[in-house]
């Protein structure tokens, strides 16, 4: 095990390829609480530490992949100075930008539910591969707030900005095939060959079949314009 906590595990899978895993312990679903973030933070710093990594697939142990933030923690945050709910939502971004820019490819392996932080750590990496089964979206607005972790910014990037406003001011929980057919994710599969595929799709990254580092360069960039459907 190349890392282990309560919440994230990375493990080695083959090849220099690693799989960071959402397992929250004691919990029926993964969610972004402290204890996710900071393992998520200690994890990150890991597999950048360390050179024989060469690629990474980001899993779920559960049913669903990631529900979202953990709203139990709000009342509390809210109470919080607004420097320090500043600082805090500053530091929560530079892990997931941090994440983003590993020197190495990254596959989300969408198993189940993937929703506001939980979908926003899939616009991270690189390549996303999602179960036929599984709904991806950012509904925050249903709670009065908009996504934090970066999705306002990736999403548009990867979608387009009229899907994207549409996506985030609906907070709409969307299906597989919707999801690819805007972009948003890059391929669809059976439940039981999305482990396959991530796998696949990520050997494929490393060998240079698929360009990373020029996909990750058009995902930097702004568009105003809609991408042609898949």
């Known amino acids: 095990m190349i890392y282990e906590g309560k919440a994230i595990t990375v493990k ?3 090849s220099g390829i690693v799989e960071l895993k959402f397992d929250l312990k ?3 679903v993964n969610k972004f609480n402290r204890l996710t ?19 990474v697939i980001v899993s779920s ?19 919080l ?10 530091e929560a971004n530079k892990i ?21 932080g939980g979908f926003e750590m899939c616009l991270a990496a690189d390549f996303r591969v999602m179960s036929a089964t599984a709904k991806v979206g950012l509904p925050e607005v249903k709670l009065g707030i ?16 009229d899907n994207a406003i549409e996506w985030i001011a609906a907070g709409k929980e969307n299906r597989a095939e919707d999801a690819l057919k805007v972009g948003a994710v ?24 698929f360009d990373y580092k020029a996909k990750r360069s058009r995902s930097w960039k702004s568009s105003s314009s809609t991408p042609s459907n898949k």
Do not use: C, H, M, W
């Not at 933070?41 to 690629?55: E, F, P």
């Not at 142990?61 to 109470?79: H, L, M, Q």
């Not at 100075?81 to 500053?90: F, K, Q, R, T």
């Not at 391929?187 to 079949?209: F, T, Y």
């Open 146 to 161: 908009y996504p934090g972790f970066g999705g306002t910014v990736r999403l548009p990037r990867l979608i387009g900005a």
């Open 37 to 55: 973030l900071n393992e998520l933070r200690q994890a990150v710093d890991t597999i950048k530490a360390d050179a024989s990594i060469k690629g």
């Open 186 to 209: 890059d391929a669809v599969v059976a439940p039981d060959k999305l482990a396959e595929a991530a796998l696949n799709l990520i050997k494929g990254a490393i060998s240079g079949e």
């Open 96 to 116: 997931f930008s941090d994440f983003e820019d590993l020197n190495v490819p990254t596959v989300a392996a969408i198993n189940g539910i993937a929703l506001g």
């Open 61 to 79: 142990g559960k049913d669903v992949f990631i529900v979202g933030a953990d709203i139990t923690e709000f009342v509390d945050n809210f109470k």
């Open 12 to 14: 080695a899978l083959e």
């Open 26 to 28: 004691g919990e029926s």
């Open 81 to 90: 100075p607004d420097a320090e709910l500043v600082a805090g939502n500053l």
